[in-house]
T-cell receptor
Framework: ETGVTQSPTHLIKTRGQQVTLRCSSQ?????VSWYQQALGQGPQFIFQ???????GRGNFPPRFSGLQFPNYSSELNVNALELDDSALYLC??????????????FGPGTRLTVT | AQSVTQLGSHVSVSEGALVLLRCNYS??????LFWYVQYPNQGLQLLLK??????LVKGINGFEAEFKKSETSFHLTKPSAHMSDAAEYFC???????????FGTGTSLTVIP
């Protein structure tokens, strides 16, 4: 069984640019959640996708957007990058939307540096 | 709003000693509480979770946590630390729907040989 994978592992972008991060969910999982983990901080919930629809969003501006595809893989897009967007971006997949009922399996993350 | 506070950003213990990592929560409703571990360059792994079934929760790798409503706490313990326990530990709380988690700032555990 393949776990959650994320690509790329690292990338460096310039302020004002746009970036797309990718996540392949674990086999059979229909829900993907994205988190931002700034250095020295805990992960912060960005949003969740369930069956290609957004199902909950944290306190992030609209320039953070996402997609989920029919195979349940997902993308996180960030427009107009700011220096504070530098962080580790984690995705987690699960069998259902409730993390209380279904364990979230996390990928290793994408380290984004904005200069 | 729900939140968790982890006291002590860094904890050091000797190998074989008791591990105690502290977490206090703030929730207006009965919470669901979680402990996760993060090893370097890896994602988070669930250690254990509290979902109101039992106040003492046993997890993987010998860890356990006790839910104390009167103290609004969910501290993580392990009787005897092992070198492999060195990692970052995060406490988290979720809403009723469970689709949004709120994580603490983490505690880095160092195990001294």
């Amino acid at each position: 069984e393949t776990g959650v994978t994320q690509s790329p592992t690292h990338l460096i972008k310039t302020r004002g640019q746009q970036v797309t991060l990718r996540c392949s969910s674990q086999s059979g999982h229909n829900t993907v959640s994205w988190y931002q983990q700034a250095l020295g901080q805990g992960p912060q919930f960005i949003f969740q996708y369930y069956r290609e629809e957004e199902n909950g969003r944290g306190n992030f501006p609209p320039r953070f957007s996402g997609l989920q595809f029919p195979n349940y893989s997902s993308e996180l897009n960030v427009n107009a990058l700011e220096l504070d967007d530098s962080a580790l971006y984690l995705c987690a997949s699960s069998l259902g939307t409730s993390g209380n009922l279904y364990e979230q399996y996390f990928g290793p993350g994408t380290r984004l540096t904005v200069t | 709003a729900q939140s968790v506070t982890q006291l002590g950003s860094h904890v050091s213990v000797s190998e074989g000693a008791l591990v105690l990592l502290r977490c206090n929560y703030s929730s207006s409703v009965p919470p669901y509480l979680f402990w996760y571990v993060q090893y370097p360059n890896q994602g988070l792994q669930l250690l254990l979770k509290y979902t109101s079934a039992a106040t003492l929760v046993k997890g993987i790798n010998g860890f356990e946590a006790e839910f104390k409503k009167s103290e609004t706490s969910f501290h993580l313990t392990k009787p005897s630390a092992h070198m492999s326990d060195a990692a970052e530990y995060f406490c988290a709380v979720s809403e009723d729907t469970g689709n949004q988690f709120y994580f603490g700032t983490g505690t880095s555990l160092t195990v001294i040989p």
